[in-house]
């Protein structure tokens, strides 16, 4: 998987088709992704004897074949690719203008 925690995505399938937000936690292991604002679902959390039970909306995980990432120039979905640079460094780029996500 080429997601980072923090990289700016846009979903392109799924009830939340379109929307954009940021990667906020990456499960590997998995092959999922979670996304700000996106794939939100009601959590019920049980009172005790201080606080009141309530109903929270949270991000919950999405597959991370629904999203793609957005190029930093052109600001449309597109795919990554690996590049070795100056240092010998393996570095993140997109594959619409050839710019650098690292």
């Not at 995980?61 to 990554?80: H, Q």
Request: hydrophobic share 30%; net charge positive.
């Amino acid at each position: 998987m080429n997601f980072k925690t923090g990289d700016k995505v846009v979903v392109i399938s799924g009830k939340d088709k379109g929307k954009e937000g940021k990667i906020t936690h990456v499960l590997r292991t998995e092959n999922r992704v979670v996304v700000e604002g996106v794939n939100m679902v009601k959590k019920h959390i049980k009172g005790n004897g201080q606080q009141a039970g309530s109903i929270n909306e949270v991000e919950a995980p999405i597959n991370a074949s629904n999203v793609m990432i957005l190029d930093p120039k052109t600001k449309k979905p597109t795919r990554i690719g690996h590049s070795i640079n100056k240092d010998g460094k393996k570095i993140r780029v997109t594959k619409k203008s050839n710019s650098s996500l690292d």
